[in-house]
Structure formats: structure tokens, C-alpha cells
């Protein structure tokens, strides 16, 4: 078995280990691995999501790669200088984003979403539901895959993502829904609905009065909201007829392609999220979780009720790579250290998503984009089509 191979394998059973019990273990766990006489490390950073969002994970690694410029070169792994050492944090744990920041929802707000959210699944059926991919309680198993493209092409996208004022998890939203619109049939799905996740640190304040030590940007914990995107029948359906007149698999034609950077463009990034943006925390949804009095019960009751949808996608931007501050001896490559790949891969979860979309990249480095999905709910052939093409459009933009 292959060294990347392996670590996957790795990885794969750390997603579906519970943290148990919770109440005397913390909900996250370390695994550093090092290959016989290589050079690097790698270093897997698993956490519940209760106690922290994705950022979280970007944010831990930042901080070790920092701490661990700060060891001094030419020591041996018994001395005591080649110990990291941490203060103290548990009198500053992240407070929850209520305790410092308004959530202030509107009634007519309130009304729509617990329309949405309680009435019979027989009443005005949706049609963006993803019932494609029905909702199974067992086996809970976690699937998934991952795709890369050479920085050489990845910031070539980006380029384009600027020139057409969107961005890349607007564009990763687009070709989503493109390869997905080719693959399933439309009697099976004939609109789609997806979310992305937005991290909320912007809109918490820094050192708020009862919590002077609180960083938003450098702290761990839960700061992260979603957002839906709807793709209706109309649009979905005008998007299949000009895939009709290509192959499945190839290049995107210059129509297609134009129709690819429309819905990234004014769909998703231009509209959708800039709006929400906007909105910063007034009617988010994370303002509606003080009617849920039981959460186990809440998710229960998702479970009985039809998917709706069908992938989302979280995006942890570009990892630095470097420590922000230089504290390595000059000349001294034993303490140059860097992060040179991130890969951002989550868990299944059941009533959510049926497609978790994990992207990360490291500055002038690989962009890595992880999908993950339910064993037995959803097809493994549709993932590898859906990474294959993602993959070659993205080289067809890149190019």
C-alpha cells in the first residue's frame, strides 16, 4: 500500500470514530504520522463539529506551524527545548456566537422557515428536494474521495474567478450542479438545491467586554453559518438541453461554459451569498436555533422527512504556509517548517447533504477538494464522474 494511500485509510477511520465519552474526553484528537526517512510530517487534526466549525481546523494548524517555528534548531527529540509548551486555556473557552454577537430575526423570517420546516412533506412537495439520494439511518458509514489540481492550473482559476467577479466556491457550486444535471436523470431530479457554509468571525466582535482575550479570526470554535442555493426546474432544464449537444466527460463548450459562469456569477456569488453578506447576522439561520428546546429530537424528526439537498460545499481558502512570524535560525533548515498540502475531509451526515464538498489549498500550492458521501445512498460512480469532471473543466478553465 501506497504512503497517500495509506494515510486515506487512515483518515477514513478516524471520520466514523465517535469521541466517547464526551463528558470526561475532549471532542478532538491528534494523529501525527512520519514515513522512515522523510523529511515531513503528516499531521491529522479530527474534531466534533459541536465543538468547532472548519475553520477551526485551518486555524489549529496555523497556530502549531507557529509554535513549532519557535523550537530551537539541532536539538534532539529527549530535549526539553523540543517540547512545546501551552498556557493555560481553560478559563477562556470560545464563548458561543450568542453570547457575543445580536442574532436578531424578523417574524415573517420566523413564519417562512417553520413553514418550510414543519409542514407534511405530502403538502407542496419542493421540487429541489434530493430524493435521488433518499435518506438511510444505516449503515453509517462514511465514503469519500479526493481530487487535486496543480497550483500551476488552480491559479489560473483564480484569475478568472476575479475577472468575472465571482469566486472559486462560487464556480465549485456551478460545476456541481453541471455534472450533476449530466449524470441523473431528470425524472429523478429535475431542479437541485445545494448550501455553503460562511464563516461568521467577521461579524463577531473583537475583545467584547465579558470576553476581553476573545480573537475571533485566531480562535477555535463554532462560528459558521449556511446558506441555501436553489437551481429550479427552469434553469436546470435549460442546463441539460445544452449538455445534450456535448459529450458527457469532454470539455465544456463555449455556450456551456458561459452558463457555468452566469450561475456562479449572478446565481450564487453575485446574488445569493453577496446578499447574505450583506445581511451579516440579521435573519441567519443560526438565529433560529433558540426554539430548538432538543436537538436529538430535532434531528429525529430530520430524518423522517425527504432530503433536501444535495451537496454542499465548505471552502477553507488558502493556508499561508508559512509561520506569520519568522523565528527560524537563519541559515538553519531544521526549523524552516511549512505546510506544503491540506486536505479538508468531513464525515457524513445523514439528514444534510447527500455530497460534502471539503476544499483547501496552500499558497502556491495543490488545490485539494475532498467529496465525501453515505455508503450504500449514494453511487460511487456518480462521485467519480462528478470528480472527473470538475477536474477537467477545472484544467479547461485553468488552461
Known sequence: MGRDENIQKIIASQLDTRFFPLKIRPGWRVL??????????????????????????KIFHELLLEALSQLKGDRSQDDKDSVLAFRDSSGNFPPPIEKVARLPVEPLFVLKEAWHEYKPASILPRATQANWAPIRTHPYKTRFQTMSIPHS???KVLIACHDRETTLTGLLNSLVLTSLAAHIKAKEASAF??????????????????????????TIGNYVSIMTHEFDSILVAKLRSKLESGPTGGDLSSELLDHVWSTATQHVCGGEIAKRLEMGLH????????????????????????????????????????????TASPGNAATEWRIRRAQ???????????????????????????????????????????????????VQIGN
Not at 510530517?41 to 468547532?52: S, Y
Not at 436529538?296 to 430524518?303: A, C, E, S, T
Request: glycine share 6%; aromatic share 10%; with cysteine.
Open 32 to 57: 501525527v504520522m512520519q514515513q522512515p526517512d522523510s523529511g515531513f510530517l503528516d499531521i491529522l487534526f479530527t474534531w466534533n463539529h459541536p465543538h468547532a466549525d472548519g475553520m477551526s481546523g
Open 153 to 155: 492550473v488552480f491559479s
Open 193 to 218: 438545491a445545494s448550501s455553503t457554509a460562511i464563516d461568521q468571525r467577521r461579524f463577531v466582535p473583537s475583545h467584547p467586554h465579558a470576553y476581553e482575550w476573545l480573537d475571533p479570526t485566531g
Open 283 to 326: 435573519n441567519d439561520v443560526l438565529g433560529l436555533a433558540r426554539f430548538v428546546l432538543n436537538w436529538k429530537k430535532q434531528f429525529l424528526r430530520d430524518v423522517k422527512k425527504p432530503r433536501k439537498l444535495s451537496w454542499f460545499v465548505t471552502n477553507l481558502g488558502v493556508f499561508d504556509g508559512k509561520p506569520m512570524k519568522n
Open 344 to 394: 479538508f475531509t468531513l464525515s457524513t451526515e445523514i439528514p444534510v447533504a447527500a455530497l460534502l464538498l471539503g476544499v483547501s489549498s496552500v499558497k502556491h500550492q495543490e488545490l485539494v477538494v475532498t467529496c465525501t458521501w453515505q455508503d450504500t445512498v449514494v453511487e460511487e460512480s456518480l462521485v467519480d464522474g462528478l470528480l472527473m469532471d470538475m477536474k477537467k473543466w477545472l
